[in-house]
């Protein structure tokens, strides 16, 4: 009598055990399963940004970068045909993403400042000459917004707004027949390299006609 209450508490417990042990599979399963669907929305977020911000304003990452993104996207597809998302896979997928997007906003930051820095300084050097100086402002600061881009398209909307709106300010100058001369000075003088070499006749009349002069630093490097 005593074996048999005993072997049928021994198989009890065995069953209670497989079906705990079911339970913590199942909870796992599920944790993979969000981890694996957090990492595939901000995949497609990430593919998505860095292709409107090449079309938009001719961003691109690096090759070793796209080849990054290809694995990873590779490696979610083949997690989808397995049917099945193991934890280390998951835990994998989830660091690779957020090295990848660490390493393209370098590089975004990068390109950023090669496009926008000089075309702020240009709008702050014309600032005093511009028909209408306040929007000078509004466009560098819809420019600005590049610099925290970090794949939100309202941002990159905003940059290349403000990257339209200086072209516009610029144009408008009415610089002359002297404008090719007259504008690739003034972005000599908003990238710090204009020198005293630059300043020629044309240029100096043109100066003193919108009274710049006094505008105009000389120091020795």
Known sequence: MLMDLLEQSIAAMKEIYELEKASNDVQKQEKNDRIFSSVVG????????????????GFAISAETKNKVISLLKSSSDAVARGMVQESNANYLQKEVVAIKKVILQEWSEYYHKVADQKINMLQTIKGIAPEKEKTDYASNKI????????????????????????TIIDSLGLGEDGGEILD?????????????????????????????????????
């Open 185 to 221: 000075f003034l972005k000599k003088v908003a990238s710090g390299k204009a020198s005293v070499h630059d300043l020629t006749p044309d240029i100096l009349t043109w100066l003193m006609e919108k009274n710049m002069t006094t505008r105009l630093a000389v120091s020795f490097k």
């Open 144 to 167: 600005k917004l590049g610099a925290s881009w970090d794949f939100k398209q309202d941002n990159l909307d905003k940059m290349e707004k403000g990257l339209q709106e200086a072209e």
């Open 42 to 57: 901000e995949n497609h977020l990430m593919v998505q940004a860095v292709s409107n911000s090449m079309v938009q304003l």
